[in-house]
């Protein structure tokens, strides 16, 4: 039988009222009461009636995530925090793949009316913010990773790429490193995060005195293992080669460690490499891989609770820059095998 | 300015209701027609109007992907075939994370009502065919490489597992392996695709005359390269350890090979890894890993075809079982590094 509000209610010793805001998630309750309720509704195995509930909230409790590509793991594992950052609110996440294409990104915008989504987390590569203020009544939206090309007012949530690009390049300097090529420079203006990330580069360099190099800037098309294997035997074509690579995410770097195996190339030490994402697989493979590990959970929860601001209490507000903090996790492929 | 069924019409030389007729991929329109409209369409660049589509055919055009793990690769990498199988019939797919919790199972069924979506591709792991019956009204579903696990009748569409597993086992005899252990064995009977391969396992050492060694049947509490590092630490202790690995992933198989790098285990020579899945990680790891690949395009096209047939000419046939093929493909773990 289905277990009702005034079950829980009479379980917990409180009105109906009371158990209806803990289960709509409303903040007018006492932590202790919201313990009391929410040990009730566990106990007698409640499960709220969405329709019911959205129907009298005027909500669905979904939230859409748009992101460009599941199969690249950073995006996986980052959707993964999202949806249990979201559960954490009632929330559930329904995902869209836009492939990054401008075409998809404002299906995604214009598709998604408030009466299916309460609101959208969305990482952009190809919308403009004319695209989004062109579309009118669509849901609240906060951005995660990458902004829109050209600014605009919405939430904003990354890590401070230009300052986690500056500490791994520091990190290769440290090691004694002077050659320093990147695989993944920007192609092009547009491409903002790795705009950023070289900007974090040059800053080291200059710090350490070293001069730019730019013979040891590789661009790429796509951040994939493929590219990042194709543009390390480019390096190691070059006349000195390069001591060391700073890869702007781990998939490049992965591929880039193939190659120097293929290679014979001695990592870390005749070239040191460095990722960014700490994605997985860069804990397993060997060598184990050197990366910045931006804060998932963090980025997801930022995002996530962003978006409840602007679902709820202050749809209007000043759009806010958020950043989630990041860390440099040392491995194998800078430091060496341990003894 | 918004462009209109009738500039398109005109622009094609053709009736506005011939447009409409492409535009909803309706079949009776000859290929000819179908090719000059659409060039229309994309020259004009028209974008359907959803909503208004949506209230005229009383669809929406979306389907829901309902799957355990969105950060294992080989979901990821199978959501993104869905995406683009989807795209073909001009659907757009949005993808939910279950964790294989049977409550995020059921909430998956029964949350999305029609009026959300057309239809459900769904890999289930803890739900039962009783619940499924048990919601009234939910969408036409398809199951996807995990069956429910009381049986019942629904589209099913998969790789042969026992077969698949069996031809896994047999390369490694032909290598001369005689200690052939398996990482991912069925903790339990309700594994339903470990016990396939596990049988596909005893099947190919029945074949060669290998006794089977119960000793070297591991199973693991998830699918995860951690795992996979664990178990394979366990099959070195023994003695004497094997002289090849199956594992029922990519990812345990990942975890194998870091393992036996850290204890100087030579591979293929000492031991030969094969693992399940290929996802795109085991091309590019050192050494590359030999794998089971299913075809994870036919998988998704299948999948979606079938939906498509329920959501619209057969809803009441027959449930079909579907099978997608696999190939063995040989790598470094098991032939070695070429010269």
């Not at 987390?121 to 902004?147: C, T, Y």
């Not at 490193?177 to 800053?203: D, H, Q, W």
């Not at 730019?212 to 590789?218: F, M, N, S, T, V």
Request: with cysteine; glycine share 6%.
């Amino acid at each position: 039988m289905r277990v009702r509000l005034k079950d829980v209610a009479d379980h917990a010793g409180v009105s109906v009222k009371t158990v209806s805001n803990v289960v709509n998630n409303w903040e007018y309750v006492t932590d202790a009461t919201r313990e009391r309720v929410q040990k009730a509704l566990d106990e007698l195995g409640y499960r709220p009636n969405l329709s019911a509930r959205s129907l009298r909230t005027g909500r669905t409790n979904l939230i859409a995530l748009a992101l460009p590509r599941l199969h690249e793991p950073y995006f996986a594992e980052l959707a993964d925090c999202v949806v249990r950052a979201a559960e954490d609110h009632g929330l559930t996440v329904l995902i869209s793949q836009t492939d990054g294409r401008r075409e998809r990104e404002q299906q995604v915008v214009s598709g998604f009316r408030p009466q299916f989504i309460d609101g959208l987390l969305f990482s952009p590569l190809a919308l403009e913010w004319d695209d989004l203020e062109e579309i009118p009544g669509h849901p609240p939206v906060v951005l995660l990773g990458e902004r829109l090309a050209a600014g605009g007012a919405a939430d904003h949530v990354a890590v401070d790429n230009v300052a986690a690009a500056q500490r791994a390049t520091q990190h290769l300097v440290e090691l004694g490193r002077k050659r320093i090529a990147v695989i993944g420079a920007p192609p092009s203006k547009t491409a903002r995060t790795a705009s950023l990330r070289l900007e974090g580069y040059k800053r080291a360099l200059r710090k350490a005195r070293i001069r730019l190099d730019k013979q040891l800037l590789l661009p790429v098309n796509q951040l994939h293992r493929a590219d990042g294997a194709a543009a390390m035997a480019t390096l190691l074509d070059l006349a000195p080669p390069p001591d060391a690579v700073f890869c702007f995410n781990d998939l490049l770097a992965l591929g880039a460690l193939r190659t120097l195996q293929e290679r014979g190339v001695a990592v870390p030490s005749e070239v040191a490499v460095i990722g960014f994402d700490d994605i997985e697989e860069s804990r397993f493979c060997s060598p184990s891989l050197t990366t910045i590990s931006p804060d998932k959970k963090a980025l997801a929860g930022l995002a996530v609770a962003a978006l409840v601001q602007r679902m709820s209490v202050a749809p209007d507000a000043a759009p806010q820059e958020l950043h989630a903090g990041f860390e440099l996790v040392e491995r194998e492929s800078t430091m060496g095998r341990r003894a």
